[in-house]
């Protein structure tokens, strides 16, 4: 075989392989475009659900689930604008739940509900999203342990700020054996959502004019 000819031979195998390195890419693509969506509409669905859990038969009222769309958040470890979640009882607010995030639990940032209702106090408390060690740091999940229900009917003072901790930390909160890091980060978070609620509760008290329907 010639010099030529080898040469032409590997060009058509460099060819073939980029072609189908393309071919891939493509299938690749459209799964992500076609598969994405979906996921975000199971995502959504996922979390409604876990805010009707931490609300209650309210939420299942006409009308009585409700968005509200707010800007970044700080306390709240929002970089963008977001959506919150009211609960409407008797055309007033009942209840609002403010997504959270953790962003230095363990295995990466830790997504979060949190369930206020208009005195101020924790209704609930819901992990939706984490990367948690399996056995140990997945216990702040509810499907994994009891753990998370420690903050229900808590507020700011209650305990004093100083205490939002856990117990090691001289806080007023259970530590997960073997998974400090972890709970550290969500009560830390769960404070955050206290506090941004605390300075904007006259906003977020507001009912939003347009109801959604229950999940």
């Not at 969506?37 to 409604?48: C, N, V």
């Not at 948690?132 to 420690?150: M, N, Y």
């Amino acid at each position: 075989m010639t010099p030529d000819a080898g040469w032409r031979r590997a060009l058509r195998a460099g060819r073939l392989l980029g072609g189908c390195a393309l071919v891939m890419l493509g299938l690749v693509w459209v799964t992500v475009e076609w598969t994405e969506p979906r996921m975000a509409r199971h995502r959504e669905r996922d979390r409604l659900a876990q805010v009707q859990e931490i609300a209650g038969p309210a939420t299942t009222a006409p009308g009585a689930l409700r968005f509200l769309t707010l800007s970044a958040a700080g306390e709240l470890h929002q970089n963008a604008p977001f959506t919150a979640y009211q609960i409407i009882v008797d055309e007033r607010v009942d209840a609002v739940v403010l997504p959270a995030v953790a962003p230095d639990g363990y295995s990466g940032q830790i997504e979060l509900l949190v369930g206020i209702d208009a005195e101020g106090r924790i209704r609930g408390v819901r992990v939706t999203r984490h990367h948690e060690t399996a056995g140990l740091g997945d216990r702040i999940d509810r499907a994994h342990s009891t753990w998370i229900t420690q903050f229900d009917g808590r507020s700011l003072g209650n305990p004093p700020e100083e205490r939002w901790n856990v117990r090691k930390d001289g806080g007023a909160f259970d530590q997960i054996t073997g998974a400090t890091l972890t709970p550290r980060a969500v009560i830390h978070a769960v404070a955050g959502a206290l506090k941004y609620f605390q300075q904007h509760r006259e906003k977020l008290l507001v009912p939003a004019p347009e109801p959604v329907e229950s999940p």
